[in-house]
């Protein structure tokens, strides 16, 4: 049996195509191999949001060609957002690259390999007019409990930093029947908690007659399923609607991820966010006093074109004001293409480098005290496994997203009641009480 092995790069909704890549590859009679050393059929899943992950995937090629010369029947497909981005030029640049495919034409992958993965041709496929949802191939899911569950895919927005647009193309929604349905079917399997995925999940279902708060209130209803996540929403399109859907559905958890990208009004008009700061703290006060015990992410770029230090000193401010309870921060990432990577005032990468320290530095400190003030907490934790850095604990999460190592004993699919006892900017240390919570 010829065998497979999957890199992935990027967001969620990359990790949920390569659960899709993987199950098509079984269903053609590939098995997975624990290494790239180890497989016939070598698939890399690529990102292209910023530089890093693009040097990332050199890095692999360099060793996949390596594989290539020493196995020389190795199979190399790339997929993924950078092999869109850079279709015309990634044979050039990687001759060891066989087979390309774009995030919407992972189905084709399947035609281009063959059975077995024999009869492998050079080239690439399609995407445009070809794109299609991967919800249709098998899914091999990482954990029995726990599923993504792809809404839309494509992007409408035209952020001026950001590639995704360019190469995921314009937003198309699935149809609300499809998603309920798939969502029955996975709660059949055990699935007690689902993560809804779209570029923008507020603005799902315009094109298809449905709205994201009918679809959170119509996924809530699926028997077995207690936990709903969604990401990103975008907080141009979180409406009442939604908010009220998530107040009054109980499976919805207490959180959302809702990146704020610059505390600086106008940064985020440069931007093309289409709010301004004071809309955004006003979503986050009817979001706070709707739903109380609200858990609060958000994702931050430093260094946009232009950005100065009364600008990033506005991001800072934000910070301690919203007290967001974590933060994925990022140095602004020129792309080629975008619109900003055109503008003028670049920002030095010594001021970027200043300017991210000094924000990690606020956003841990922040993270911490709010993770501090759920000491004495009774915590329902849904449970994942052992601990990664404390062996004889185990760790989950908490509906608000925290990730939680307690002592006591528990199987991963449990849902236990923890007392929180110890707290860092991350992570949240207690123990399991006597009584299930479910
Ligand atoms: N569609 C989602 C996620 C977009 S990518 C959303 O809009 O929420 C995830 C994050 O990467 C973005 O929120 C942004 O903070 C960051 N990002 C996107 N493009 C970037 C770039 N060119 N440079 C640096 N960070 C970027
Ligand atoms: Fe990119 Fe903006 Fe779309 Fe998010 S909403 S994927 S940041 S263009
Ligand atoms: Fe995701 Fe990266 Fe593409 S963040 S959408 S895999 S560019």
Redesign the pocket.
């Known amino acids: 049996m010829k065998r497979y092995h999957v890199t992935t790069f990027g967001?969620q909704?990359n990790a949920h195509d390569s659960e899709r890549i993987k199950g098509m590859l079984e269903e053609l009679g590939l098995g997975e191999a624990p290494s790239q050393e180890q497989a016939d059929v070598l698939v890399l899943n690529t990102c292209t949001?910023?530089?890093k992950p693009d040097t990332r995937f050199a890095a692999h090629m360099g060793n996949a060609a390596k594989l290539k010369r020493e196995r020389p029947g190795t199979v190399v497909a790339v997929g993924g957002c950078y092999a869109e981005a850079q279709r015309e030029r990634l044979f050039a640049l990687y001759p060891a690259v066989d087979v390309a495919f774009g995030p919407g034409t992972i189905s084709h992958l399947g035609e281009w390999l063959g059975a077995g993965g024999e009869g492998i041709a050079r080239g690439s496929f399609g995407t445009g007019e070809e794109r299609a949802f991967a919800a249709k191939l098998p899914l091999h899911r990482e954990r029995r409990f726990q599923a993504w569950v792809q809404v839309s895919m494509g992007?409408n927005?035209v952020?001026s930093?950001?590639?995704?647009p360019a190469v995921r193309g314009r937003e198309i929604s699935r149809r609300p029947g499809e998603v309920v349905g798939e969502v029955g079917r996975l709660a059949a399997e055990g699935v007690r908690e689902v993560t809804l995925l779209?570029?923008?999940v507020n603005s799902y279902g315009r094109d298809v007659g449905s709205s994201f708060a009918e679809l959170l209130r119509a996924v809530d209803e699926v028997d077995g399923i207690e936990r709903i996540r969604f990401?990103?929403?975008?907080p141009k399109d979180f409406r009442r609607d939604v908010i009220a859907a998530m107040a009054e559905c109980p499976a919805v958890c207490e959180h959302a991820?809702l990146?704020l990208?610059s505390g600086s009004s106008r940064v985020l008009k440069a931007m093309r966010r289409t709010y301004s700061r004071d809309r955004y703290l006003r979503l986050v006060d009817e979001l706070r006093s709707a739903i109380p015990d609200l858990a609060l992410t958000?994702?931050?770029?430093v260094?946009?074109p232009g950005e100065t230090e009364e600008d990033f000193r506005e991001t800072l401010e934000a910070v301690e004001d919203v007290r967001f309870d974590g933060a994925?921060?990022?140095?602004?990432?020129?792309?080629a293409g975008?619109e900003?990577?055109a503008m003028r005032e670049q920002v030095a990468d010594d001021v970027k480098r200043d300017r991210i320290e000094r924000l990690v530095e606020v956003v841990q400190r922040v993270a911490a005290e709010q993770n501090t003030s759920r000491l004495g907490m009774i915590e329902q934790v849904l449970v994942e496994g052992p601990s990664r850095t404390e062996p004889d604990l185990l760790r989950g999460r908490t509906r608000r997203n925290t990730t939680v190592n307690f002592s006591g004993d528990a199987v991963p699919g449990d849902l236990v009641d923890v007392e929180i006892a110890h707290a860092t900017s991350t992570t949240l240390r207690g123990t399991r009480l006597a009584a299930a919570a479910a």
Do not use: L
């Not at 958000?298 to 770029?301: K, L, N």
């Open positions: 967001c909704m949001i910023r530089e992007c927005s952020c930093y950001c590639i995704v779209g570029q923008n990401t990103s929403p975008h991820h990146p990208q958000t994702d931050i770029i260094g946009f994925f921060t990022f140095v602004y990432s020129p792309r975008t900003a990577a």
